[in-house]
């Protein structure tokens, strides 16, 4: 028998021993097994209500507030993702979308924008098909930016909480799996046209998944720290007139 097992098993039985001694105390103080077995009775029907109203209610109410602590810690894990790597990622790789002109004025999120207009925008990304070719893209720059952070991506991956958010999941995989290419090619700046196709699929794979992510990020930021909003508004990628300076 497991240890645990074993602990439960004695833990058991000592509760009914303990629950028996008492009951032997009450008929030897009372003498009155009828008032015993009255409320051992009552007590035994309402068992199956106890169980109700602490499994699927109370349990239902603290798992719901634990959810709640994990997404609020998740969302920090998020925001830290997008301020250190997930921001500077975005402004190199969307300078390479040759479509980007069709939908960055869509993507110039604004102070009056609501959640009907962030899932608007979110749905118009995810339906678009963007081309970003790998010789377009700064390769050196985004290498830097990927080796750069790569102890960061390792204590991303070591977080179990993002496992929870499949979407930011198969986004931070993306990530990795581009840093990992990119660090096994010594000379990025010179590759033959198969490789460059190679690596526009892994690029336009993290693009993907990157722009709806920032989306959800920023609507987070709006409903929750405005003083972040504001500034993740100056620093958006897709404003080419963005500046963190505060201007009249």
Not at 75 to 104: C, H, K, Q, W, Y
Request: proline share 3%.
């Amino acid at each position: 028998m497991k240890e645990e097992t074993r602990w439960k098993v004695l833990a058991g039985i000592g509760l009914v021993a303990l629950s028996l001694v008492l009951y032997g105390i009450h008929f030897l103080i009372f003498h009155d097994e009828e008032h015993i077995l009255i409320f051992f009775v009552s007590d035994l029907a309402f068992i199956p209500i106890e169980i109700l109203i602490v499994t699927l209610i109370i349990d239902r109410l603290l798992e719901s507030r634990e959810r709640q602590v994990r997404m609020e810690k998740l969302n920090m894990v998020i925001g830290t993702f997008f301020s250190t790597l997930g921001t500077p990622l975005l402004s190199t790789i969307s300078r390479a979308d040759e479509g980007v002109d069709t939908i960055r004025n869509q993507l110039i999120v604004g102070q009056e924008w609501d959640s009907s207009r962030f899932r608007e925008v979110t749905n118009c990304v995810l339906t678009r098909k963007c081309r970003v070719p790998a010789d377009r893209v700064d390769r050196k720059g985004l290498k830097e930016i990927l080796m750069r952070n790569e102890d960061f991506l390792l204590r991303l991956l070591e977080n179990p909480m993002i496992f929870e958010h499949e979407s930011f999941t198969d986004l931070i995989l993306a990530v990795t799996h581009l840093a990992e290419e990119l660090k096994a090619r010594e000379d990025i700046d010179h590759l033959p046209a198969t490789d460059l196709a190679h690596l526009s699929g892994d690029i336009g794979r993290v693009y993907e998944r990157l722009v709806p992510e920032w989306l959800k990020y920023m609507e987070y930021l709006k409903g929750h720290y405005p003083y972040l909003f504001n500034l993740a508004l100056r620093q958006n990628p897709f404003d080419t007139a963005a500046s963190v300076v505060v201007k009249g």
